[in-house]
């Protein structure tokens, strides 16, 4: 059995009580650029979401990067409430991101390649809401950047599907309990959504 644990771990998602939260800490963004900016989204399970964007934007722009809970209409939302769907709140990746480095254009390219934005409210066996793909922008300019590039990645990456992303204004933001902070790389092996794997799709033009 115990040679059999990886696997299932991956296929598995373990559930934890910890009530531990916190607001975004705003001495973080002290040691950021002033021109420093935030992309938030939501494409599933977040352990897998921050994992991959770490992975590729780490020591490229990417300047911090934090799971949490977003879109919802409860203060203090834990994880378990959140997994209940009864909070609205989605399982979501706040990113700080130097735009001289890193554009917020490649984040949202990206974020379409490593997920499955045609199923709505599900990806992988994860079902719910607070599964749901989301992108909350932060600005006018946002806005306009995630509808253009969403467009796009319809017409060209999509086709066989519709896309379900909904792109609201970023409200408040949770941090997520500090156990589920880069849990893929605290727990190596741990489950992963199989709809979290980045397609190699052609440049959107």
Not at 67 to 90: E, L, Q
Not at 174 to 198: F, I, K, M, R, S
Request: proline share 6%; hydrophobic share 30%.
């Amino acid at each position: 059995m115990a040679s059999t644990m990886p696997f299932l771990n991956r296929l598995l998602r373990p559930f934890t009580t910890s009530t531990h939260l916190s607001l975004n800490p705003e001495a973080a963004a002290q040691n950021f650029p002033p021109n420093a900016q935030k992309c938030t989204v939501a494409a599933g399970c977040f352990w897998g979401v921050e994992h991959l964007f770490r992975k590729h934007f780490d020591g490229k722009g990417l300047l911090d990067a934090r799971v949490g809970y977003i879109g919802g209409d409860s203060k203090n939302p834990s994880y378990r409430a959140v997994c209940s769907g009864r909070t609205g709140h989605a399982e979501s990746l706040q990113m700080t991101f130097d735009p001289a480095k890193l554009s917020y254009g490649t984040l949202l390219q990206f974020f379409y390649k490593m997920h499955d934005p045609t199923t709505k409210n599900r990806q992988g066996m994860d079902s719910g809401t607070q599964y749901r793909s989301a992108i909350f922008y932060h600005n006018e300019e946002q806005e306009k950047e995630a509808r253009d590039i969403t467009e796009k990645a319809q017409k060209q990456w999509w086709k066989s599907g519709t896309i379900s992303t909904e792109i609201l204004p970023a409200g408040e933001w949770w941090d997520a309990e500090t156990y589920h902070q880069l849990y893929l790389e605290n727990n190596p092996g741990g489950y992963e959504c199989p709809a979290h794997y980045v397609r190699s799709f052609p440049p959107l033009s």
